[in-house]
């Protein structure tokens, strides 16, 4: 028989042996549990059923449909300076660090080493060097070092994939601070638009209360009155005052967390101007419900990854239960004796190659642990999903309800304040003519303030329905278009198991 022959042959028995004394380490049937739930298989509401009419979905600048060009300023500002921003900036650029970190294990990997040194040698003629004995020489090398793993079980490929999803979903997050914070910007400064209105409100409440105040007096001196009037319309006058510095407070309040949401001192807070907020477009969804909408959420698609980097885990802890099998090699010189660089010599020049076996015997249970630990954390991953799928479902379907809500409640005060206006009036007309005293004038006009600040925290609320739902959305940030296919997040489907 040929002598190659011979040596494929004796590869393949070392080969055949190495896999039967691996097979006494086997993965006990350890195997996840967990499965993704489909986001179409969920059930929607009346809200979401109905909201599938439409077709359209909201802009990446989804806030300028307030038609406010500072908070459109402020928004873009924020995002660019935001230490926030800056901060998951910076885990994407880590995660993507070590993910070329794990991916380099894949490579050829070649390293030099070298050592020049005076070495002394002992002066005992029984135990010590022979004929170096008694004497100092050189003892120098320099050598080139390689090894290339085989991956024949798929472990480091498995790696540095779960290192690549493991980036996708910092990408994710990243995404979702950036809506968060957007989000945030436009909800505060919705608010400080509402102070502003209210403000108006209670200035102009405390402009009639001086006026009743007056008139009380007025009808006093003339005989008509009483003090009781006149302390009557005296009381409300300090809590109208004190309410027109709560809201001086918190307008100045809602500048600063303006600024310390963009990055920003109060300084630059301080010169925001009064908000000028409308919105006149509604919001209309796309048309794949629910599928479509879940898939353009960050904290969705960041969950996706999370499950792929976990599915890949799986792979990574399975291939351990194999041989892991090298291919190393050295190129160097050596010499002990002689000049400092005689060793360079061409006479000096060694060499290695050959494959390294790594056989997994006994662990102590180890690699079924890790195994263990890789399925049961694919588990909670997978239910970490389906927690946010459902969350994130709910989350829509309380928006859609709330818009409704608010675009009915915005019809019912706005009827509510013309008829205030109109017995205000009515009241106005009726003093002109002399068919009534000027208190029914006041008490119309003291109804028509409450209504039109009740107006005011509907059209508000109306405002951050809007940027509730266009969150809960996923913003326009179309984070769809990052997310994984439904193969890398499922679990291998079969582990080879080599039990005795």
């Known amino acids: 028989m040929p002598r190659r022959i011979i040596r494929e042959l004796g590869a393949l028995s070392v080969l055949a042996l190495t896999l039967n004394i691996s097979g006494c380490i086997g993965t006990g049937g350890i195997a996840p549990q967990g499965k993704t739930l489909a986001a179409n298989e969920l059930a929607t509401d009346e809200a979401i059923q109905a909201a599938a009419r439409d077709a359209h979905w909201p802009t990446r600048q989804w806030w300028k449909a307030y038609g406010d060009p500072q908070l459109d300023r402020w928004v873009e500002q924020s ?47 029984f135990y010590g060097p022979g004929e170096l004995s008694d004497s100092t020489t050189w003892d120098n090398n320099a050598a080139v070092g390689l090894s290339y793993a085989l991956d024949l079980w798929g472990r480091e490929h498995n790696a540095s994939e779960r290192a690549v999803d493991l980036a996708h979903m910092t990408v994710a997050q990243a995404r979702q601070a950036r809506l968060e914070l957007q989000n945030n910007i436009v909800r505060v400064y919705i608010q400080l638009s509402l102070h502003y209105a209210q403000r108006d409100i209670v200035e102009a409440t405390l402009a009639q209360q001086e006026q009743i105040l007056e008139l009380a007096e007025r009808r006093l001196k003339g005989g008509i009155g009483t003090h009781f009037e006149v302390s009557q319309a005296q009381t409300p006058l300090p809590e109208t005052h004190r309410q027109f510095d709560a809201l001086d407070e918190e307008i100045a309040l809602g500048r600063n967390q303006l600024a310390a949401l963009a990055g920003k001192g109060p300084g630059n807070g301080a010169q925001l101007q009064r908000p000028s907020l409308a919105l006149h477009t509604a919001l209309k969804l796309p048309s794949a419900l629910p599928a479509e909408l879940l898939g353009q959420r960050p904290d969705v698609v960041a969950s996706r990854w999370r499950v792929a980097a976990q599915a890949r885990g799986i792979e990574v802890a399975h291939a351990g239960f194999y041989p892991n099998v090298d291919l190393v090699g050295s190129l160097g010189y050596m010499a002990t004796g002689g000049g400092a660089l005689e060793f360079l010599t061409g006479k000096k020049f060694n060499y290695s190659v050959g494959p390294a076996i790594t056989l997994p015997i006994f662990d102590g249970g180890r690699l079924r642990s890790e195994l263990g630990e890789a399925s049961a954390g694919y588990d909670m991953a997978v239910a970490a999903y389906n927690q946010t799928l459902v969350d994130a479902l709910k ?106």
């Open 395 to 500: 989350n829509i379907s309380d928006q859609l309800i709330r818009r409704e809500s608010m675009d009915k409640q915005q019809t019912f005060a706005a009827e509510s304040v013309a008829s205030a206006r109109k017995t205000y009036d009515i009241a106005m007309i009726a003093y002109q003519r002399g068919l009534t005293d000027y208190l029914n004038v006041l008490n119309a006009q003291t109804l028509l303030f409450r209504q039109q600040q009740i107006e005011q925290q509907v059209q508000a609320a109306r405002l951050s329905a809007h940027a509730e739902l266009v969150t809960a959305l996923g913003g326009g940030l179309q984070a769809g278009d990052d997310a994984p296919f439904e193969q890398k997040t499922q679990a291998p489907k079969t582990l080879a198991v080599f039990d005795h």
């Open 79 to 125: 995002v660019q300076g935001s230490p926030s921003m800056a901060m998951a900036a910076a885990r994407v650029r880590q995660a993507k660090a070590m993910a070329g970190v794990v991916e380099s294990a894949e490579s050829l990997q070649i390293n030099g080493q070298s050592t020049l040194k005076r070495h002394n040698w002992p002066a005992d003629q």
